[in-house]
């Protein structure tokens, strides 16, 4: 070996030893939160303690990129084929070849894929490819779970062509063994663990809120807090962030709030009614990590959801430049609200939002990556790991914690 190979040789090693490491595999016993960065919607896969896999929206949204984050990990696939790919990887580490469950939390397209004329078609039926679909194109999905399945008629029927190409997707699922349903607000059974429910009995999901029916915390029963459609005028109707679909994952002592689009904006006062992000927060009660609703903007995350949830960790599913709004990190933090220590993680942090919000930006802790969960086996104590967006390496570039868990398992 000459010199020159011999220095290489060793630099090379010397790189090895210094690069940010893997993440580790998922192991049984183990939940485990992804959120994914793709730059373009949330996407948010769950890995429960027995492998049984939940997909929480796949967004693939179109838009003037001087507002938009860079696409990750870049432009050279559609947003949806790499949270597809993403997916793909954490199944290889379950063993097992399809995804359980997606649930859409609500039809816009930054949570399930922008549909357009020059969308390609899909190979497996008469519809195009983004987001949810193109996940579908590359891991078969037992079932999916949507807010308004099977009419798509709450609180008024849709046309877009971004709605009846989902319609398309549902109706031909059934011939490839895809069941569909309808998100049960209340439901405590909906979203069960698939492969070995009985080796994990602290581990639970519930059914929070959905189309302005909340959990009333008793049983399986849920509450409207909507008025009747038919009593409002249209242009006061809800709407579609409004109706979208919450859940509380608990395991052991630990627990995570997901809401979606929630939004607590009342119109100044005039609809009272059209905050149900405060009553979802508090039916969900106490979490350790919650999802910022919205991402984060200016309508969501109000004083209400901040105090009833008090979680130790937010993250915040950016992607625009209006994500978040300065008023909403200002709650975030405040000890007003509530006491103690808090963390918050972004998943793509647009440079004009970080100059915008500079006075509370630097107490970030992410501003761009793939912010993962990892709750250990009992849901004792959790992690939080930033992993490295700009390719398929699964790098871990930070990770905080253990935090001890605090919400109970109720």
Known sequence: MDRLTFLTA??????????????????RGSLEIHHISAGRGNATLCVFPDGTTLLIDAGAVRGNPALLAPLRPDGSRRPGEWIGRYVQRRLAETGLPALDVALLTHFHPDHMGDITDDSPRSRLGPYRLSGITDVAELVPIRRMIDRDYPRYDYPATRHDATMENYRAFVASGAGRGMRTERFAAGSSRQLRLQHAAAAFPSFAVRNVAANGEVWSGRGDTALPHFPSPGSLRPEDLPDENMCSCALKIAFGPFAYFAGGDLTDATADG????????????????????????????????????????????????????????????????????????????VTALVPASAAVNERLTGRLRSTSGHVVVRIAPGGRTYQVDVVDDRDESDRVLATFGPFDSTAGSG
């Open 270 to 345: 005039d609809l009272p009614w059209r905050d149900v992000e405060t009553p979802a927060a508090q039916a969900a009660g106490h979490v350790d990590v919650a999802a910022v609703d919205h991402h984060g903007y200016y309508d969501a995350a109000g004083a209400g959801f901040v105090r009833a949830l008090r979680p130790r960790v937010f993250v915040i599913q950016a992607w625009h430049v209006t994500h978040p709004a300065l008023s909403t990190l200002d709650r975030l933090y405040s000890t007003r609200l509530y006491a103690g220590e808090r963390d918050v993680f």
């Open 10 to 27: 060793i630099a090379s090693t010397a790189l090895a030893a210094n690069a940010p490491p893997a993440a580790r595999p998922w192991s």
